[in-house]
């Protein structure tokens, strides 16, 4: 009788396993439901990040990271008009460095990939840092921040948004005159 069963096992892989319902299929914008669930949420110092398919998956705690089964520039576009239609941050919009010296010999669709995001961050200033610099930040702020990460389908390296939040109802220049004023106080 043993013999039988391990016999049926061998040649049926399934046989000896419970029987378990159906994995469902994922739901093809269930990212776009997190990311409007997630955004109330967050503030000033929290990071949304829009990244490659190799984009590192990191230890720091406060990281969720999110497979989208989506396009790079699709993402960036539905993250950034979520941020915009909110009443409380607004983008700080980071990108590698090295993107713009990428080859289309060495990073195949390096060239489209740039003019489409370009094209997607035409309204924004977008700050260049270095891959590893941006990396090191997202591990530090993720020790005690929530940092959002939406993974896409690309395939071209440091191709990464990196879009830290600030808040929108206080400019950067209102922060700066706030800051001087309390410098200048003698209570300060």
């Known amino acids: 009788m043993i013999r039988s ?10 046989f000896l ?9 994922r739901e093809a914008n269930a990212w776009k439901q997190t990311l409007t669930k997630r955004l109330p949420l967050l503030g000033h ?8 398919s190799a984009y590192p998956l990191q230890t720091s705690p406060g990281l969720e990271v999110i497979e989208t089964d989506a396009g790079q520039v699709e993402v960036t576009k539905a993250v950034l008009a ?14 590698d460095a090295e993107l713009p010296f990428l ?3 060495d990073s195949p669709g390096a060239n489209a990939y740039r003019q489409q995001i370009a094209a997607a961050l035409h309204d924004y200033t ?5 891959h590893e610099q941006l990396i090191a930040q997202i591990s530090d702020a993720g020790k005690e921040f929530k940092i959002l990460v939406l993974k896409t389908r690309l395939t071209v390296p440091y191709s990464s948004v990196f879009i830290r939040l600030d808040c929108k109802y206080v400019s950067a220049d209102a922060e700066d005159r706030l800051r001087a004023r309390m410098k200048s106080s003698a209570r300060h």
């Open 5 to 14: 069963v391990l016999f049926l096992s061998l040649l049926f892989p399934g």
């Open 103 to 105: 080859t289309e010999e």
């Open 45 to 52: 110092r929290n990071w949304i990040l829009v990244v490659d």
């Open 82 to 95: 979520q941020i915009k239609d909110s009443i409380h941050v607004r983008p700080v919009i980071f990108m």
């Open 126 to 130: 977008v700050q260049d840092a270095l």
């Open 17 to 25: 396993a419970p029987s378990l319902p159906a994995q469902q299929p």
